[in-house]
């Protein structure tokens, strides 16, 4: 995924295991995606986060609404590596 000109979310999980998980539903529901280690300016709660295009919103939503594992936050990447909380 790296850095491109579509705009991306940070996915926030509970823990390791929920990122693990969503993760293989993500990837069976066809959602591109990306685990990366969770931006200390957003917690440092666990390790891991997931990073999706804004444009797989609604689909990774479907995907991990059905598997009920809702991030507990979610961010939108900005320039200069700020993010902003937005609703999933």
């Known amino acids: 995924m790296g850095r491109s000109s579509t705009p991306e979310m940070v996915l926030i999980f509970r823990g390791t295991h929920q990122v693990m998980s969503a993760e293989k539903h993500l990837k069976k529901g066809g959602v591109a ?26 689909r990774a939503r479907e995907v991990l609404s059905a598997a009920k594992l809702l991030p507990k936050s979610v961010h939108l990447l900005r320039d200069r590596g700020e993010y902003d909380t937005v609703p999933f």
């Not at 995606?33 to 390790?47: A, E, K, Q």
């Open 33 to 58: 995606m990306r685990l990366i280690p969770v931006p200390r300016r957003l917690t440092s709660d666990c390790g891991l986060a997931i990073r999706v295009s804004l444009d797989l919103r609604d």
